[in-house]
């Protein structure tokens, strides 16, 4: 069976620690997968908090964003109280949104977890539809992959 693959940038824009919770984990006793995503969408929101953005349905007005796909490669099991570094990416930048990709990494051992990739589409809401990039945003984003 042919498996997908996701080659990371050699440089990352943000990193942010989460820690593994007791309700980031299935019937396994490690992250499950769609935690995996909470846990990369919680990198996401640090990221813009910290660039001054309130959240992710709000960059400027109505216009926020939506996911319009994901991928997750899972490396490793994470476990119960594990401190996960998340390195952001940038790229494939259009009019319309951008990738945003992921690399988790146990911060103990250093063993990549995960990678992956979530496709950003700028969405006016008060429209219900797809919006240009708003300007702070796409200055934002393309300053840090330059």
């Known amino acids: 069976m042919a498996r997908l693959e996701l080659t990371l940038p050699n440089q990352f824009i943000y990193t942010t620690e989460l820690?593994?919770?007791?309700?980031?984990?299935?019937?396994?006793?490690?992250?499950?997968?769609?935690?995996?995503?909470?846990?990369m969408q919680q990198a996401r929101i640090n990221f813009y908090r910290e660039n001054g953005f309130k959240d992710e349905v709000s960059f400027e007005g109505t216009v926020g964003q939506v996911i319009s796909d994901t991928?997750?490669?899972?490396?490793?099991?994470?476990?119960?109280?594990?401190?996960?570094?998340?390195?952001?990416?940038?790229?494939?930048?259009?009019?319309?949104?951008?990738?945003?990709?992921?690399?988790?990494?146990?911060?103990?051992?250093g063993k990549e977890v995960a990678r992956g990739k979530t496709g950003i589409v700028c969405f006016d809401y008060s429209k219900r539809k797809v919006a240009p990039i708003p300007a702070r945003l796409l200055s934002l984003i393309t300053a840090k992959i330059d």
């Open 71 to 109: 991928l997750v490669i899972y490396k490793a099991e994470a476990f119960l109280g594990d401190v996960l570094l998340i390195h952001l990416a940038i790229a494939d930048v259009n009019k319309y949104g951008f990738d945003m990709l992921y690399q988790v990494i146990n911060k103990v051992n």
């Open 19 to 39: 820690i593994v919770r007791v309700n980031d984990l299935n019937y396994g006793a490690h992250v499950g997968n769609d935690n995996m995503l909470v846990l």
